[in-house]
């Protein structure tokens, strides 16, 4: 599944305040419904490295417009990016399916409430500190073992507050208190997340891990983040989070066919 990114913000990494306006948000979002997307991700509060938390009042006013226009009115699932009980609440109270919590529960515990009153789906992300913090976090023994490890005391979190296994997603986290050299190693050992037995999300996209590869900055990112983005599916992983719907589905649709193809071929020999 792709779920497509629309950031209600100023200050997101790559389209900060493209979208900023609710007319231009809503345009985005039926821009990506038309490419492909399953899931649309409004996010009003940028959890890049070094980004300032805001007021969870500014969050409301940059995110509710673009909700009352959209939700009851599109056939995709429509997730919100907040780590706040208030700002969840009157997402799902318009209408939002999911949840999409970059801090599992960590800043505000409440939220968990929230997930298992309104039976949202919800993501839960692996990430060491804040924003401010996170990328001072990046001592680890045995990254994926650890990530695992982390992730299932979140779902036990979740599960003790009331939300069933089956409302989670999990999210490894890349670029949220990793290298350049850990968010590689995590793709190619993606699949060691399936012992949780939930769906895994992967988001790849434009992130500075690729640049450190090819020199490039985020607007110049787009061919690396196809090349993640079909190495995650390939090793597991089963929703992609993109700002380009269009190009990484279609990329995703020729690689899986050309596998399919390949275990055919073995299959007949």
């Not at 597991?236 to 055919?264: K, P, T």
């Amino acid at each position: 599944m792709i779920m497509g990114i629309v950031n209600i913000t100023p200050d997101s990494f790559y389209d900060g305040g493209r979208f900023e306006s609710p007319k231009k948000a809503l345009e985005q979002a039926y821009r990506l419904i038309e490419e492909g997307a399953d899931i649309l991700d409004f996010g009003a509060e940028s959890t890049r490295p070094g980004a300032k938390m805001i007021r969870e009042a500014d969050e409301l006013t940059r995110l509710m417009p673009v909700l009352e226009e959209l939700c009851g009115k599109v056939s995709v699932s429509i997730s919100v990016d907040t780590s706040k009980a208030k700002v969840a609440k009157a997402a799902l109270e318009c209408g939002a399916d999911i949840i999409n919590d970059v801090s599992s529960f960590r800043q505000e515990p409440e939220l968990a409430n929230v997930v298992a009153h309104y039976r949202a789906g919800i993501v839960l992300m692996h990430r060491r500190g804040t924003p401010g913090t996170m990328q001072q976090m990046t001592n680890y023994d045995d990254l994926m073992k650890e990530i695992t490890e982390e992730l299932s005391e979140r779902m036990r979190f979740a599960e003790q507050n009331g939300i069933d296994a089956e409302q989670m997603v999990l999210d490894p986290g890349i670029g949220f208190a990793k290298t350049p050299a850990q968010n590689f190693e995590m793709i190619r050992r993606l699949s060691e997340l399936h012992e949780l037995e939930r769906p895994v999300l992967v988001g790849p996209s434009r992130k500075s891990f690729i640049g450190s590869v090819t020199g490039k900055g985020p607007e110049d990112r787009l061919p690396g983040t196809i090349a993640a983005c079909v190495m995650s599916v390939l090793n597991g992983g089963q929703i992609l989070r993109v700002h380009d719907v269009r190009e990484v589905r279609e990329a995703i649709l020729v690689s899986q066919l050309m596998v399919q193809s390949n275990s055919n071929r073995e299959v007949r020999v």
